[in-house]
């Protein structure tokens, strides 16, 4: 399964069963945790085989159940580390979803109160995502066109355009998608988000959807800026 693939295919799913998560595959999302965070100068953690994880998490559409496994999101406090707990957050739900793995981001009303989560001095935990096989697939919910979230023309040029659909299928807090991709003069995009919950998480994550679409999948090569 690509990168694409997954973002397409990818639901949130906030029902689990008890079947636990292979240790290859714990290695593997160990090691996607360590790069994210020497990449991202973050403090990203997964926690496993912790039943009470969710026991008591709420969010505003839904109850989580069977949560034993999540990513619990932490960084040391700057002025974009929402953003760039959505970016890399959502490179390891992407590739927790070609491994056959599902997922759900929290990070509304959930209670920090996980205590095998480090938080060092000058750190914040700011969300969690659930990972685990699920009782079902999840279920695509309704989108906006390109046009509602960029300046998408005839004139934009197609990678524009193939970036944008991408970042449609990325998760935002209650669906919100208060996201905005502007094609400019000189081949940048800007991207920018509008008040709401947890709104430069979801920057991040759709900044990170636009550059599957786009073919890119590395920081320093992305047109946004």
Known sequence: ????????????????????????????????????????????????????????????????????????????????????????????????QRMGLNTCWAALTYRRNGKRVSVGPGEKYRAAIALGYGLTQGVAHKVKSAGQVSNISQLTPDWFRRGVECALTAPTAVNQQKFYFHYNDDHTVTATAQRGFYEKIDLGIVKYHFEIGIGIHDMSQTPIV
């Open 1 to 96: 399964m690509t990168l694409l693939e997954a973002a397409r295919q990818r639901h949130s799913v906030r029902r689990y069963d008890a079947r636990p998560i292979e240790q290859e595959k714990i290695r593997q999302l160990l090691e996607l945790v360590e790069q994210c965070n020497r990449e991202g100068d973050l403090h990203i953690q997964l926690v496993t085989d912790d039943k009470k994880a969710f026991g008591s998490w709420f969010v505003n559409y839904g109850k989580f159940s069977g949560v034993s496994n999540y990513f619990a999101l932490v960084g040391k406090q700057g002025d974009n580390l929402d953003e760039r707990l959505g970016y890399y957050g959502e490179r390891l739900v992407l590739e927790a």
